[in-house]
């Protein structure tokens, strides 16, 4: 099992940016997909981003495509999202997770903690 632990989130004015992180540990994930998804109140989980371990691939969604970059420090086992440009519809809880190349969030089992990430206006 891989063990996920996000961190980064915070309070930031619209056009501000943040970094998040997700350090994954326990067994490898080399041979998955690392994504991002967030979800705001009252609405369901939604995919983000994503990166191909391997391959370094990615593939955003088309809400946040421009603005965030996903990454990977193979070195440190850990996933990056730089958000630039955030606006009050980022404003969510943005969770890590390993996988498939999906966009479902259906199709994923584990998941970190989640970071919250505010965006006011």
């Known amino acids: 099992q891989v063990q996920l632990v996000e961190s980064g989130g915070g309070l930031v004015q619209a056009g501000g940016s943040l970094r998040l992180s997700c350090a994954a540990s326990?067994?490898?994930?080399?041979?998955?997909?690392m994504g991002w998804f967030r979800q705001a109140p009252g609405k369901e989980r939604e995919f983000v981003a994503r990166?191909?371990?391997?391959?370094?691939?990615?593939y955003y969604a088309d809400s946040v495509k421009g603005r965030f970059t996903i990454s990977r420090d193979n070195t440190k086992n850990t996933v990056y999202l730089q958000m630039n440009s955030l606006k009050p519809e980022d404003t969510a809880v943005y969770y890590c997770?390993?996988?498939?190349?999906?966009?479902?969030?259906?199709?994923?089992?584990?998941w970190g903690q989640g970071t919250q990430v505010t965006v006011s206006s």
């Open positions: 990166i191909s371990w391997r391959s370094g691939n990615t």
């Open positions: 997770t390993y996988g498939p190349l999906s966009s479902r969030p259906t199709d994923f089992g584990s």
């Open positions: 326990g067994r490898t994930v080399s041979s998955y997909a």
